[in-house]
């Protein structure tokens, strides 16, 4: 007599990572109050802290997420910031 014929597990393919949508405020420091909302069929990618209400809105494409419009609310924040910091310095000199 034979032996029944197993059965193979089926495979199981790998979960696929999701990309945050909650970040931290770089103005009042708190974790996890930095909402990302995108519209794109209006093409308006909106940021926004719960605690202090700083806000950041920006045009986005198709292929962005909320990612990258929290990436684009850092970089300029850190460009107003060096820029102000090179207007103080001019006025001290």
Known sequence: MGKRKSRKKPIQKPKKPTLDRVFNCP?????KTVDCTISKSKGI?????????????AQVTHLDEAVDVYAEWIDKTVQVSSFQRENIFLVFC
């Open 27 to 31: 103005f009042c420091g708190h974790e």
């Open 45 to 57: 990618g909106s940021v926004s802290c719960r605690v202090c209400q700083a806000s950041y809105t």
